[in-house]
């Protein structure tokens, strides 16, 4: 398997992970004999998005507007009892429980909006909580499913964790949903209220950047990288260059299809333009927040905008077999403003 290659850098921790199953052996026993809510009380924010599409940086966004209960770093540990993660996590770092500053700042070091490959630094920076996500759906990696694998999603299991999750944090709970963003439709039906932040970026960009993360990530380029779009059983066997626009495009063109029936529940917004201008983009969310029934606060506080480092960093050769691979798949000539 892909996982089994990863550069030793990027390899799980084995100590770790017999710790965390123990305490969350223990915790999750706990927590599942407490009266907690059931149901959602606010709308569910899941961004999705291609690989390397600017998801992690939207998240970190949200965190940073400190409005949202966004899984942490530290909240991942406790994927099993996320309830008292989330209080073992506000008691650690929410300075109203900072008595005499005697746990002084843990969160002084950190970098709000800084990540590599999708992985962020700090207790408090955004995690991909898939271990969360697994134990309420069949599939492990972020794939598309079948219709007999979404039967099998624990619905009232799944509803009660976010419910818990917001109950510690007294927020609406906002996640990366890319370990299920080819079955939104099935996601909106266990969470009705739903907000789809669908993020795409200039599909050259996206592209190059993908094929980087998996020299980064494994060491060369044939392994395959992140999510599984539905076609990828006719994209595994192709050239690496093939296989990551088919990757780039399916994930864009699987996520507009889903998200074209239900424009209540879908915010769309380019990569670019979120940078450009944040402000903008967090008006738009605050409307479509307002029509599922939440209320976020106006004006924007956060920062004006981030920069953006796209530029075109392969040889002639690899340029034109980008462009040659998406324009096969969409049609369409692409246009390079950094080209030069």
Not at 123 to 141: H, K, T
Not at 305 to 327: C, E, N
């Amino acid at each position: 398997m892909e996982h089994e290659r990863r550069r030793e850098v990027f390899k799980r921790n084995d100590r770790l992970e017999d710790l965390l199953n123990e305490l969350n052996g223990t915790l999750g026993s706990a927590e599942a004999g407490m009266d907690l809510p059931k149901e959602p009380r606010f709308p569910v924010v899941f961004v999705v998005g291609a690989p390397r599409s600017g998801t992690t940086l939207l998240m970190q966004w949200l965190a940073a507007t400190g409005l949202f209960a966004v899984p942490s770093n530290l909240l991942s540990r406790f994927y099993g009892a996320p309830y008292l993660g989330g209080r073992i996590q506000r008691l650690l770092t929410d300075p109203v429980f900072n008595y005499k500053d005697e746990l002084g700042d843990p969160v002084q070091h950190t970098s709000a909006f800084e990540s590599h490959i999708g992985k962020t630094k700090g207790m408090l920076q955004p995690n991909e909580f898939w271990y969360f996500w697994r134990r309420f759906i069949p599939n492990v990696d972020p794939e598309w499913i079948t219709p007999e694998q979404e039967a099998r999603i624990d619905i009232i299991g799944f509803r009660a964790g976010v419910a818990a999750i917001e109950a510690a944090f007294d927020r609406p709970f906002a996640t990366k949903g890319i370990i299920l963003q080819y079955n939104l439709a099935a996601l909106q039906r266990i969470f009705p209220r739903a907000l789809f932040i669908h993020t795409y970026r200039h599909p050259f960009f996206n592209i190059q950047s993908l094929l980087k993360a998996r020299q980064q990530y494994f060491g060369e380029e044939r392994t395959w990288f992140s999510v599984k779009p539905k076609e990828y059983q006719q994209l595994k066997d192709l050239d690496p260059v093939q296989q990551v626009a088919g990757q780039v495009y399916h994930t864009q063109v699987g996520i507009e299809v889903e998200l074209a029936g239900m424009p209540r529940n879908a915010l769309s917004i380019a990569h670019e333009d979120f940078c450009s201008a944040p402000s903008a983009f967090y008006l738009r969310l605050a409307e479509k927040l307002a029509v599922l029934g939440h209320q976020l606060p106006v004006p924007y506080t956060g920062p004006d905008r981030f920069g953006v480092h796209d530029k075109v960093l392969v040889d002639a050769a690899r340029r034109q077999a980008i462009l040659t691979a998406w324009k096969g798949l969409s049609g369409a000539d692409l246009s390079l403003p950094n080209a030069d």
